[in-house]
């Protein structure tokens, strides 16, 4: 009966020593009241934690030129154990904006390594054309991605502008 209840106990260790990025995951892209240095500069954390009635409204807005560039990344926390990524990932933002000019947006998914600097892509949704708010977008993983444990899951924003001076512009943790 003790052996029985070793086993036991060690499969829920098991169990719970791997994370799962599950469908029930949410991770919300938080403002200035949750930022870090990270990756030579001042970025926002993507957070399990939803905004607040205290939490204070940041403003993101970029003039970019003709091109392919980032409007703007976060980073989550660094992970404990390994996360499973699979399957599709939905980005939703009620206020991504193009405000003028003529650009698309996509999203792309990282695993960052803090201890080298460096960023391993997991995936890009396809462009997508900035339309009426909310923006919406999709991107299923080609094939199941395990991020390392200690390493982050970056996001990034990135823009396609097809006229000079196109303003994006975005609000996070809006009341």
Do not use: C, H
Request: charged fraction near 20%.
């Amino acid at each position: 009966m003790v052996l029985l209840k070793k086993i036991f106990l060690l499969a829920i260790l098991a169990i719970f020593a791997v994370d799962t990025f599950a469908a029930t995951s949410i991770y919300w892209l938080r403002g200035s009241d949750l930022a870090t240095q990270i990756d030579g500069g001042s970025f926002n954390f993507l957070s399990t934690t939803q905004p607040s009635s205290v939490s204070k409204e940041t403003i993101q807005q970029a003039t970019v030129q003709k091109g392919i560039g980032e409007f703007s990344r976060w980073y989550s926390s660094p992970f404990f154990g390994s996360v499973l990524l699979s399957g599709k990932i939905f980005f939703f933002a009620n206020s991504l904006e193009l405000q003028s000019g003529n650009a698309k947006y996509r999203i792309a998914f990282y695993e960052f390594d803090e201890k080298t600097g460096e960023s391993t892509l997991i995936g890009k949704s396809e462009w997508a054309p900035f339309k009426a708010l909310p923006q919406e977008t999709e991107l299923l993983l080609q094939s199941p991605y395990t991020i390392k444990p200690q390493n982050r899951l970056k996001l990034a924003i990135e823009y396609n502008s097809i006229s000079d001076a196109s303003i994006i512009r975005m609000s996070i943790d809006a009341p």
